[in-house]
């Protein structure tokens, strides 16, 4: 059985903290050059932020990085995509048959699950809209995959009838790519995961709430977590580098830009869509 990571406090969670909390953002190309951290020899690994829904700004992205693969020249390529595909953008019936058609051939690919993919594996498991999948854009995602949501309140939806009707919508390579999704992933000195980890607790020890949901206790810690975390789930501006984190969720679906991180040696590159 899957761990549920939902509830009351979780959905709460998902909304964004005041970017003021968090100084110091600088732009993208500002940010490019050496860092203190490697990836793995003869690698370049990209690592793609929340895409929510946004298909077009992921197919520039995979343009992107095609095109800068091949003036690379490490012979293994790998491209992390850290999960909040779905929900408040819209396209993610599209996100999702990109990401299971083998976008980016010749590089591994490494998809992350995020706290919206966990919203929607939840309300298929269950029905239960009481998580608040339909309040963080799952209302959204149910009519990408032709579901009439039309006469559903936010607050009183007959979410059995609509469940029942996103299993009839939803591909079985789309929900067979959601239960597949990992945790986390690592490469060389960094590790990727959506949200975070907890700091001072070994990644053995890691809950999957806290890596789909942590915020504040992991954005406003200064420990060497033994790797450089690179996440998303927090928009910001630009990506924020800090001497323990990267995050690159900068807010694609809120007219921000889609951003993706190119790592190759102690190297660091930032692309954005």
């Known amino acids: 059985m899957r761990t549920q990571c939902l509830g009351n406090r979780a959905a709460a969670e998902d909304a964004p903290p005041d970017p003021a909390a968090y ?23 990209y690592a793609i932020g929340d895409i929510h829904g946004e298909s077009s700004k992921l197919d520039l992205m995979h343009s992107m990085i095609r095109a800068d693969a091949r003036g690379r020249v490490a012979d293994r390529k790998v491209v992390v995509y850290l999960g909040d595909y779905v929900d408040r953008g819209p396209d993610s019936a599209g ?8 976008p980016l051939p010749g590089f591994e690919t490494v998809f992350l699950k995020g706290n919206h993919e966990e919203f929607m594996l939840h309300f298929l498991e269950t029905g239960d809209s009481a998580s608040g999948w339909f309040h963080n854009g799952g209302l959204d995602t149910l009519e990408g995959y032709g579901v009439e949501v039309r006469g559903h309140s936010l607050w009183r939806p007959d979410s059995g009838e609509l469940r029942d009707a996103l299993e009839e919508k939803l591909p079985d390579s789309h929900r067979r790519f959601l239960e597949a999704l990992d945790l986390y992933h690592i490469e ?13 607790r070994a990644l053995e020890e890691q809950t999957a709430a806290d890596m789909l949901w942590i915020r504040n206790k992991f954005l406003e ?13 927090t928009p910001r501006d630009f990506p924020e580098v800090r001497p323990n984190r990267i995050g690159i969720d900068t807010g694609a679906v809120y007219g921000g830009k889609l951003t993706a991180l190119a790592l190759e040696g102690e190297k660091r590159d930032f ?3």
């Open 23 to 45: 100084s110091g953002e600088i732009r993208a190309a500002e940010l490019n050059g050496p860092g203190n951290r490697a990836a793995p020899p003869g690698s370049v690994i």
């Open 271 to 273: 692309m954005q869509a």
């Open 221 to 233: 810690s200064n420990k060497d977590h033994g790797f450089m975390v690179v996440h998303g789930h």
């Open 188 to 200: 060389g000195d960094y590790l990727f995961v959506h949200a975070g980890i907890r700091p001072g």
């Open 95 to 102: 996100v999702i048959e990109r990401l299971v058609g083998d």
